[in-house]
């Protein structure tokens, strides 16, 4: 009997470093209508599968290995915000937007409820897989963070405090770290012993001596000062997303202005850097503050999109909107920074759709990207890094 020849050998996945510059979009998807717009999106462990929650009140399943829409969910009832895969490719979770505020598990495979997570009595901001269990985290505007198994419906644990609108496990699953507009600081807390006080306190309201920041209900006059002089609140802050660095290292916060973003050291919570949207200030637009879309039925004042930015797969590099209708940005998280600790980017990643929400798969080198479209880039070996 002739033995079978060896499979032949897989390509070596390239550094991120060398494709970062050279990422374009490959495949575009439309939405059901013109004005729809994702406001959340996520990859399921394996980096094949891509879940996109719409402004529609539908979740989007595409293949991403094979550049494919597979299905719609709908979830017209209850609304849908948040999705997010659990360990399992064909279960998901995702915050309802209207009738309750109950978090839903469903079924992808035959558009089945598996149970229930209620508990919250205002609208979810944040929910968060832990990445070594069945175990995830809820932010709410009811001013509690909830933990819960996906095996009970009940919350096995609860944190009562001010404004945690943005939550986040660290790669270890050993910290959870839990941020609070309202006080300007971002609390850390050991996953196991999470009903005890944090074991470290970031206050940032040191951002409001960094240029380029919208602080108090107004912009920024260049040197941090608003320009209106109104108290500090919790949506005049608007942040968006909480997300550590695959290494653990740093941990970015997100937030919904044209401006940019706040990048710490995960370990001191220091101020690394602002990273920065330079083509867009200066002036400010006002009107163009909107930059991570947000769900129907909630304003602006309540709950915000995803988010804007991401981390590449190995901590290093930052992907983001440019704040502007076309084009995403990339920072080099280990460049150099000013005399005012602004990061400015290295490069511009063209595209003719507007960058509302961005997510990086953990298995492939390969982004996505949507706001009234979803777009997948993959490298492209012909192309250079465009230089803003």
Request: aromatic share 8%; hydrophobic share 35%; with cysteine.
């Amino acid at each position: 009997m002739a033995v079978p020849p060896p499979p032949p050998p897989q390509q070596p996945t390239q550094k991120t470093s060398e494709i970062i510059g050279n990422l374009r979009p490959t495949k575009l998807f439309k939405l059901s209508k013109a004005e729809t717009a994702v406001t959340s999106l996520d990859f399921d462990d394996s980096g094949e599968f891509l879940l996109a929650a719409c402004s529609d009140e539908s979740l989007q399943l595409y293949n991403a290995k094979e550049g494919k829409h597979i299905k719609t969910l709908l979830s017209k009832k209850y609304g849908a915000h948040l999705a997010r895969f659990t360990h399992h490719s064909q279960s998901i979770i995702y915050a309802s937007t209207k009738s309750d505020d109950t978090i839903r598990y469903l079924s992808t495979h035959d558009n089945q409820f598996l149970r229930y997570f209620k508990g919250h009595t205002a609208p979810v901001t944040t929910l968060a897989l832990c990445p070594s269990s069945d175990t995830f985290l809820s932010c709410s505007l009811d001013n509690t963070v909830r933990l819960w198994s996906l095996s009970s419906p009940s919350s096995q644990g609860r944190l009562n405090l001010s404004t945690p609108t943005l939550a986040a496990y660290d790669p270890s699953a050993s910290v959870i770290a839990i941020a609070s507009p309202s006080t300007s600081s971002v609390l850390l807390y050991d996953l196991r012993n999470y009903d005890k006080p944090p074991f470290a306190t970031f206050d940032l309201r040191t951002l409001d001596s960094l240029p380029h920041v919208v602080t108090h209900n107004g912009l920024s006059n260049g040197n941090g000062s608003s320009t209106n002089g109104s108290n500090s609140s919790p949506v005049s802050r608007d942040w968006t997303k909480l997300e550590f660095s695959n290494d653990g290292k740093s941990l970015i916060v997100a937030t919904n202005t044209p401006t940019g973003h706040l990048l710490l050291d995960a370990f001191s919570g220091d101020i690394r850097a602002f990273v920065a949207r330079p083509d867009n200030y200066p002036p400010l637009d006002p009107s163009n503050l909107r930059v991570a879309p947000y769900p129907p039925s909630s304003s602006p004042t309540s709950i915000p999109g995803q988010g804007d930015i991401t981390f590449s797969a190995d901590g290093r590099y930052l992907i983001g909107s440019s704040g502007l209708d076309t084009d995403a940005l990339i920072w080099d998280t280990q460049g150099p920074v000013d005399e005012e600790k602004v990061l400015y980017p290295m490069g511009v990643l063209p595209c003719d759709k507007k960058v509302g929400v961005v997510e990086w798969n953990p298995r492939y080198n390969m982004l996505a990207t949507a706001d009234q479209e979803v777009v997948f880039w993959l490298p492209d070996e012909h192309v250079r890094m465009k230089v803003p």
